[in-house]
Structure formats: structure tokens, C-alpha cells
């Protein structure tokens, strides 16, 4: 079996996890997916043994944004999933508070109302049949983006890391 | 311009842009034309924070668009661009210096999380900041390496 990239699939599939725990997932974007991005570098090392001054600012980047990626597409199909068996998730929960987050916001009235609306249909769709296409998306872009920008840090970061651990250690 | 000279100030108006963007409340205030911005700015920082209302830290008055600890980890980051650009000599992030931040600030998310303390800005804010100033450098030595010296 090749291995080249199991290590981003491993570390990705374990933050995509992570990432929809309640109280972890509010560290995931920050804490998580470079931890992970780092991980799936960490791994590299010891599953392909490869060299750790091998390990290149580029290849850390690649490694991170591919477990950002990976990290997304599981967070999105787990959170998808726990929606439709319970028909809540923590947007769900968040709405209920809109009308006070949007009051403090400098928007114009029928803006607002706006967004009520289309936020009251996304909670009437999962609360009926627990799936929205609105939510699928905005969680999608939502996890794509901010996953891909913190694994590829995460990764250039880690890949430093590593070297200056090789470094301490050689 | 040195190619590395180069990364260090586009570093630094990138950070400047990034904290103008944390004080989009602070610039609205003094400019009511840049209300328009605001979409933009909640967007953005959106993406990078959870921007939970009680967390947010308090400046003159006026909510910053990331919570405490973020706004520390940017600022910190902003710091040590600012220094690397002033100061010729290399310097060298000391992975010991790296853990002990993480463990100050992990300490501090989960000492807040399990109910030990309530959550406190200044502590929030520093942790982050010490963090942010230390993992910049190796965000930076992984710029200049993917930018300067690729081959």
C-alpha cells in the first residue's frame, strides 16, 4: 500500500473528528488542524522514514493544506450526519441568539430581517428532516476555508519544528 | 532589496492591515464612513475566532473583532515582525521557548474550559501574545525557506 500521504489522511480524519466534539471543536480551527498539519509531517517521518532535513518548508505546506483539506470533508460529512440523527446542532442552538448579535451589528433593518429569514428556514429544514442545504454548504466553506489557511501555517510551521528538533538532537 | 528584506516588510503591512481589520470597531468610531467595511471585517476574522461576545477584549471602550487570547497571538506575531525587520542579527526560535508558551496558554484554555478560573482577558491576552510572538518566527523561517531560499 503506498504511504506517501496516508500520514495527511490519518492526522486529517482524526482532526475532522475532533472538530465536531463539543469543547474541542472550539479550539479546531486554531489548536486542531495545525496540531494535525504537524502530525501528519510527524508521521511522515516515522512511517516513511523520511529524513527530517528532507522535510521542506514546501512539503509542510503541501502536507498541511491537504490535512486541512481532509480535515474539512470528514468535520463537514460527521457534522451532516449528527445533524440528521438528532436534528440539531450547535447553529441550531446559536440562532436562538441572532436577534441580540444582530442588533449590535451596523446593519441596515431590512438586512437583518433578511438574515432572520433565511436563518429561520435553515432551522425549520433540520428541525423536519434533518438536513439543510444551506447549512451543508455554509459549514463546507466555512470548515474549507479556515481548515486549508490553518493546516497550511500549521504545516509550515511543523516543518521548522522538526528540523529544529533534528537539529537539538543531532 | 534583499528578497528576505522583502518578506520582513510585506510581513509587517500585512500585520498592519490584520490589526487594522481586529480595530474595524475602533476605525468606525473615529471614520462612520468605514462602517462599510464592517461585512468585510466580520467575515474575515470570522474564520480565524470563535469571537464569542464576553470574550472579546475591551479598548477604549470598544469590542476588538477577536477574542483576547486571538488579538494577543496576532499582536505578538505583529511584534516580532516589527523586530526582525529592525534587527540585522538572525534570531533563532528556541523549540524550549516554544513549549513552555503552548503550555502557558493550553494551560491557561483549559483552566477556563474546566471551571478552574473564570475566563480572564489580561491572562487570555498575554498568554497569546508570548505564543504569537515566538511561533511567528518559525512561520517566518518557513516563509523565507518556501520564498528565499528554495533552492
Redesign the interface.
Known sequence: MKTKYLPVIVSGFGAGVIAIVP?LN??A???VIPAAAYLSLFLDVKLNHTPPFMI???K??LFGLLTGLIAALFATGFDIFVTLITRSNELMQAIGQLPN?LS????DVKIKEEIMTVFESLRKDIMDDGFSALYTVLIFM?NL??FT??GL?GG??G???IK??NK?AG | MKNDQKVKTTLVVFGIFWLLIILTNHIVHIIPEAVKLFPFSYLLTSTVCHMETEKLLFIADLPTMTCARCTGIYFGAFITSISILFISKTIVAKFRLLIFTSIFMLADVLACNLGIYKYSHPIAFTTGLFFGSVIFLYFYDGLIELIVNKN
Do not use: T
Not at chain 1, 104 to 107: F, I, K, Q, S, V
Open positions: 469543547f472550539s479550539m480551527c486554531c489548536l521542506s518548508a514546501g509542510g505546506a448579535i449590535g451589528l451596523p446593519l466555512n476555508i479556515s489557511i490553518f501555517v509550515l510551521i516543518s521548522q519544528i529544529s528538533q537539538r
